[in-house]
């Protein structure tokens, strides 16, 4: 390819596994989505604004030379890393349905919008893009989510992962639009703004049922006292089991009980009167499997294990 100052090129929707795009200086629209590139070489093309490249086969890609980059793209992939601290620019980054365990976005305070779902992330830290409106982690394996430097975020969705720490506190829970933490059974504490706010109540704040909202430590303290003696009240018993257990209910006159796969389908519903009830996911695969149960006041969720 010989155009000196070629700025926009679209290649996307081909066959295409190899492009030489070293010589084009002055490029600064690309898109290779829809190819089967498993690698690029786009160190060269220093001024690259938008760089589109989803549905393809690449393993690694180098952005660290594209400083002036805006407007990144690369979902489907193989990707297991991706470095973005040299793209001080960046608004607009979706790297989901990749193999991403690294992610270092902490040098992108510009960055307004990031999807990085379905990946096995661990770790995400998010505290330096103070201009973060949108964010969706869902289907990873993170434990911890601090945005409580993120005061112009509107839309936070992390479903599906191990979160046990969500901390939202930022002073902008009120304009908050979409708030969606289903599908992480170890989450009891969500810290936000005030537990209190009727927005909390809205359809568009969405959690799991064994998850409270709390302001502060101390509230979580006092959740967390609460959940072990109602815990303890409602015995289940043998875990883990080769599918049949029991559901130890004397302490309560009436239980409804759901089991959910671990991605949130539920399998059984079931309602029990004070005394024990027999349980038979004999049929079912093995696999961990989560179990709410609530009764007249309360309600908690406990995980299951099926060997």
Not at 106 to 124: E, H, V
Request: glycine share 2%; charged share 15%.
């Amino acid at each position: 390819m010989q155009n000196m100052f070629l700025e926009h090129l679209d290649c996307s929707h081909n066959n295409l596994t190899t492009i030489d795009i070293t010589q084009q200086l002055a490029l600064t629209y690309l898109n290779c989505s829809y190819n089967n590139f498993s690698t690029i070489d786009i160190t060269q093309n220093v001024v690259l604004t938008d760089l589109y490249f989803h549905q393809n086969n690449l393993m690694t890609l180098n952005i660290t030379q594209n400083t002036n980059l805006f407007r990144f793209t690369c979902n489907h992939n193989q990707l297991t890393s991706l470095d973005a601290t040299q793209n001080s620019m960046l608004s607009y980054l979706t790297c989901n349905n990749n193999q991403l365990t690294t992610i270092d976005i902490t040098q992108n305070i510009a960055l307004s919008k990031l999807d990085c779902k379905n990946n096995p992330l661990t770790t995400i830290d998010i505290t330096q893009n103070i201009s973060l409106v949108e964010l969706d982690c869902s289907n990873n394996q993170l434990t911890n989510i601090d945005a409580t430097q993120n005061v112009m975020l509107v839309k936070f969705v992390c479903n599906y992962n191990q979160l046990i720490n969500i901390d939202l506190r930022n002073g902008n829970n009120s304009n908050v639009y979409r708030f969606y933490s289903i599908g992480n059974p170890n989450l009891y504490c969500i810290y936000v703004d005030d537990k209190n706010s009727n927005y909390l109540l809205s359809p568009t704040w969405f959690k799991d049922t064994s998850a409270y909202w709390v302001s502060n430590l101390i509230d979580c303290q006092t959740i967390e006292v609460a959940e072990y003696a109602l815990e303890n009240s409602l015995l289940i018993y043998p875990n883990p089991n080769n599918g049949n257990f029991t559901i130890d209910t004397e302490n309560y006159e009436k239980t409804d009980i759901y089991i959910y796969t671990i991605r949130g389908k539920l399998i059984l519903k079931q309602l029990a009167v004070a005394g024990s009830i027999e349980i038979n996911l004999s049929n079912n695969p093995k696999g961990i499997y989560i179990i709410n149960i609530e009764t007249a006041n309360n309600s908690f969720t406990k995980k299951l294990i099926k060997n």
